[in-house]
């Protein structure tokens, strides 16, 4: 079993709970995992105390959910969140209950639960308690909703995005029952806030996007996303972060891209990195890449949409080449330039204008072509030699 920090917490936040005659397992992804195989860092606790029973426990906790049960508990190694066992009371928003109610069973506590995968426990003496043949599932490789699918996704529409991205990133396939009442339901995700769609989408990027588009077609859960998902564009393109997805997905739906930006609502950053890769990318498409897209455009930028000039027409990436063109620039930024707008305005004996910044973008341009050093004197000649043969 598991070893790092995160988890000797957890089993000494369970050894106190049981020390005080509570119930108290580790539940939910981390169990998952690690019968997947994968390093897990995010731990959750579940229990039969109630949250003021489980502050009454530990000197320092923080109420970051308590209406909801959960306490989290701050350990020395690891913070870690301990939630009481409960049942849901009804969802009138398709995404949070109205009323929770604390019980002392785990049985009840997991059937609330989205997924057979997702609705385990494990004990402090690595024991699995598997209610809902999750194990079974995860041998099978299947998504499988705990109970009836409807009323799973009625109480929480963004579990039907989630057994999207759980397909896409486990490389599972989604029960026939489940994935029926996904499409049944698909018009509820338009109850859900856009930034928790994106959440989701966002961890699906990082799997098997052509698996995740694929379903989100035969789901129809696409009539309710803004942009067109078509499978044949994303099958095959494998990336590690999401921003980059993102930029692909506007490539492939270029005069939607401000409509799909204000959709999503993405942050200025993102914005900008998403408008950066696809001007990039029609650079490398069309004549590769020039010393100034070298000096303009990050390295992540660069080799961004050099994946997706691949992805689209087998673009050699070349990412050794990329990165060593930007490292050698004989100028990082303009901050690096050896003169400054004042040394101009000494030399040519003239007051600000517009004159100015044109001169520093042709001194700019001439040191990264390396017609001249960055070296202020000789900046200096070439720019009067210049001035004079004009």
């Known amino acids: 079993m598991q070893q790092s ?13 049981e020390g005080a005659q509570h119930e108290a397992y580790i539940v939910g ?5 690690t019968l997947l195989g994968k390093k897990v860092h995010d731990v959750d606790v579940t229990t039969s105390a109630t949250p003021y029973e489980v502050k009454a426990l530990f000197t320092a906790t923080v109420d970051v959910g308590i209406e909801h049960g959960t306490v989290l508990v701050i350990h020395p190694l ?36 989205d997924f057979t995968i997702n609705a385990m426990a ?29 009323a799973r996704f009625s109480e929480d529409a963004l579990r039907m995005l989630r057994a999207v991205r759980f397909a896409a990133q486990l490389r599972f396939v989604i029960a026939p029952i489940t994935k029926q009442a996904i499409k049944d339901c698909a018009y509820d995700l338009t109850h859900i806030a856009v930034e ?33 998902w078509l499978v ?30 204000a959709a999503y609502r993405f942050s200025n950053k993102e914005k900008q990195f998403i408008k950066d890769v696809l001007a990039a990318t029609h650079q490398r498409i069309t004549d590769g890449y020039t010393v100034m897209d070298y000096y303009q455009y990050s390295e992540r930028v660069l080799l961004g949409a050099a994946k997706i000039a691949y992805h689209r027409f087998k673009i050699p990436v070349e990412s050794d080449k990329i990165k060593n063109n930007k490292s050698n620039l004989p100028l990082k930024n303009r901050q690096a330039l050896a003169v400054t707008g004042y040394d101009l305005q000494v030399w040519c004996n003239k007051k600000p204008g517009k004159w100015l910044k044109e001169a520093l973008n042709d001194i700019e341009r001439a040191v990264l072509y390396g017609d001249v050093l960055n070296d202020k004197q000789q900046i200096k000649e070439w720019y009067c030699n210049d001035i004079n043969e004009r």
Not at 29 to 33: F, H, I, L, S
């Open 122 to 150: 494990l004990t402090r003496q690595h024991q699995v308690i598997d209610l809902f043949h999750g194990q079974q599932d995860i041998k099978k490789g299947i998504i499988r909703a705990v109970g009836d699918a409807h």
């Open 5 to 17: 920090k995160e988890w000797q917490a957890a089993y000494d936040i369970i050894e106190v709970l």
């Open 29 to 33: 992804g981390a169990v998952r995992d």
């Open 78 to 113: 690891s913070a870690i969140e301990v939630t009481t066992f409960r049942t849901d009371g009804e969802y009138r928003d398709h995404r949070r209950p109205n009323e929770v109610t604390f019980v002392r069973s785990l049985s009840e506590d997991l059937a609330r639960r």
């Open 232 to 261: 044949e564009q994303w099958r095959g393109f494998q990336i590690d972060e999401a921003q980059l997805g993102w930029a692909y997905f506007c490539y492939c739906n270029e005069p939607e891209v401000a409509s799909i930006l």
């Open 196 to 228: 928790r769609i994106k959440m989701e989408l966002d961890k699906a990027m990082l799997g098997d996007m052509g698996i995740a588009v694929q379903l989100l077609q035969e789901t129809t859960l696409d009539h309710y996303l803004t942009g067109q």
